[in-house]
Antibody, heavy 127, light 107 residues
């Protein structure tokens, strides 16, 4: 079964650092990009950034660039999202999601979508 | 950054009725990058539609997507009790973005 298993809930204080994880199984981890998505309490989905595990290339949403770091360790099929100094406003649910896709030779287009999602990691930042 | 605006914010309908959800982009989006997700309370989002109109694996045929350019639509032909949820559109281009969501609630 293809799945992404995320690390458990975290409770941290402002200024602390944090690294949460997302472990892929049931597929070739280096063949699919991993995305991170934030959902603040009662709010919508926000794309944060993504990583290509095969070469660790990353790109970030302008809203999150410089505030978080995305990385991956292919020896254990795991992607990470980390903060060096948390703020109360980082309180949210964080999802990882695999980028699925294919090239359609008939229309010459690439098709991309997030087809497998982790269950999410709740991060609470409070003094 | 491409901004996706979904309307309406909330749709109040009864089971068996048809739902029509709109997603409008601030600039043209390749149809092959336009996706729709469903999210129920306490659950992760689930892929419904990719490529603007193709159903993901296991998605019932009462769900359909259409549109091109800047205007896209998700339709649910006859609402089942399990369809009451929040729906998000997304464009998966060079810098992906989500719409703010449409909540489909029981009237």
């Amino acid at each position: 079964e293809v799945q992404l298993v995320q690390s458990g809930a975290e409770v941290k204080k402002p200024g602390e650092s944090l690294k949460i994880s997302c472990k892929g199984s049931g597929y070739s981890f280096t063949s699919y990009w991993i995305n991170w998505v934030r959902q603040m309490p009662g709010k919508g989905l926000e794309w944060m950034g993504r990583i290509d595990p095969s070469d660790s290339y990353t790109n970030y949403s302008p809203s999150f660039e410089g505030h978080v770091t995305i990385s991956a360790d292919t020896s254990i099929d795991t992607a990470y999202l980390q903060w060096s100094s948390l703020k109360a406003s980082d309180t949210a649910m964080y999802y990882c999601a695999r980028r699925g896709g294919f090239y359609n030779w008939n229309d010459g287009n690439h098709y991309y979508y997030m087809d497998v999602w982790g269950k999410g990691t709740t991060v609470t930042v409070s003094s | 950054e491409i901004v996706l605006t979904q309307s309406p914010g909330t749709l109040s309908l009864s089971p068996g009725e048809r739902a029509t959800l709109s997603c409008r982009a601030s600039q043209s989006v390749s149809s092959s990058y336009l996706t729709w997700y469903q999210q129920k309370p306490g659950q992760a989002p689930r892929l419904l539609i990719y490529g603007a109109s193709s159903r993901a694996t296991g998605i019932p045929d009462r769900f359909s997507g259409s549109g091109s350019g800047t205007d896209f639509t998700l339709s649910i032909s006859r609402l089942e009790p399990e369809d009451f949820a929040v729906y998000y559109c997304q464009q998966y281009g060079s810098s992906p973005t989500f719409g703010q969501g449409t909540k489909v609630e029981i009237k």
